[in-house]
């Protein structure tokens, strides 16, 4: 087989695998917001495949390239697009319910807005062309790329459910690097003018293959859903021990729960409380998830924070207690991370549910 039919079949396979994996997840879970995103994200990569054919059109055979007309502006968009999808995939997978900041969103627009609109308002030949049209984005994407890889290892040691312990590693590793190199390599390290930047763009289709491929497999498998759909935190359930040794470890982290009340004590870990109930930190995390339904470990904790700290603001004894005091002695380090959290459960801030407010929409 000769080389260009080679790189096309690559393009081609790549293309198929993408469209199919967006159409499988987009059909299965039409109302889902990260089947959605991922529906786009391989809308974009079949995007990026077919303007690679027209970018690098040169150095590929006539009969072998497209022609994309007045669509690359389109296609362009598309495919610059996918580290800020993949950033915003991220965040809803990992963060278990939190706002996603509005300054992301914005610098995001911009980013959009140097990929296409802004070559049609730059004077021809002005210096500066490459530097606004090209690195400013790339390095955004960056950004973008560098955010989501944060969020995905942030939480990791407080994430209680196993299989998206294993989701972390794979946007990490695989999907992250991958990003990272499709944005800086091919649009700042390399010449854009040179054969070499094209055999880059074909190595990076293959990659993308491979993980098409890989999410196929997945996909076949069935466990999708539990990728797309990761758990939101619950409230706490009864304990319903499935066996001798569980329904004597729930006795044990109840007893430091409710006795010792050992969630107050500042910078708590799971490896600490692991040790404390006498458990390896894999089982804890099987039971907090299993048997109380928490999907992770810093939301459990500011179950048992929030709930006692609620009770102190509601005390007429303590209606004097300056909020941070209280914050402090339910194990909280700082007033910020204590208004965040409670605002996450109760609703409301601290000083408004002291205040005897109830929930509104504006306050959640």
Request: one cysteine or more.
């Amino acid at each position: 087989m000769s080389t260009p039919i080679l790189f096309l079949s690559l393009d081609v396979a790549t293309m198929v695998c993408a469209a199919l994996v967006g159409v499988r997840v987009l059909a299965s879970w039409p109302r889902l917001r990260t089947a959605q995103l991922v529906a786009l994200i391989a809308f974009d990569g079949v995007c990026d495949v077919v303007l690679g054919r027209y970018d690098y059109r040169y150095w590929i055979a006539a009969p072998y390239h497209f022609e994309v007309g007045a669509f690359e502006p389109f296609l362009n968009l598309a495919r610059n697009l996918t580290p800020g999808l993949f950033m915003i995939l991220s965040f809803l997978l990992f963060t278990d319910g939190r706002r996603f900041p509005r300054a992301l969103l914005a610098l995001l627009a911009v980013q959009m807005f140097l990929e296409e609109p802004v070559h049609w308002l730059l004077p021809a030949g002005w210096p500066f062309a490459q530097i606004v049209g090209e690195t400013a984005p790339a390095l955004l994407q960056t950004l973008f790329t560098g955010f989501a890889l944060y969020l995905t290892v942030a939480d990791w040691r407080s994430d209680l459910i196993e299989k998206r312990r294993r989701t972390r590693l794979l946007f990490s590793v695989a999907v992250g690097l991958d990003l990272i190199v499709s944005v800086l390599v091919p649009r700042v390290l390399i010449d854009p003018d040179t054969v070499a930047n094209y055999y880059t763009h074909t190595a990076l289709v293959a990659s993308h293959l491979a993980i098409w491929i890989f999410l196929l497999f997945q996909l076949a498998g069935g466990g999708f859903r539990a990728f797309l759909d990761p758990a939101r935190a619950p409230k706490p359930a009864p304990p319903k021990p499935a066996d001798p040794q569980t329904a004597a470890a729930l006795v044990r982290l109840n007893a430091l729960l409710e006795n010792e009340h050992i969630y107050r004590r500042p910078g708590l870990s799971l490896a600490d409380l692991a040790g404390r109930v006498g458990l390896p930190e894999y089982r804890l995390r099987a039971l907090i998830h299993e048997e109380l339904g928490y999907p992770n470990f810093n939301a459990f904790l500011h179950a048992y924070r929030i709930r006692e700290a609620a009770a102190q603001l509601r005390d007429p004894i303590l209606r004097r207690t300056p909020i941070l005091t209280i914050a402090l002695s339910v194990g909280y380090q700082s007033v910020n991370t204590f208004n965040r959290g409670f605002r996450e459960v109760m609703g409301m801030t601290p000083s408004a549910y002291r205040a005897g407010e109830k929930t509104t929409p504006e306050n959640e």
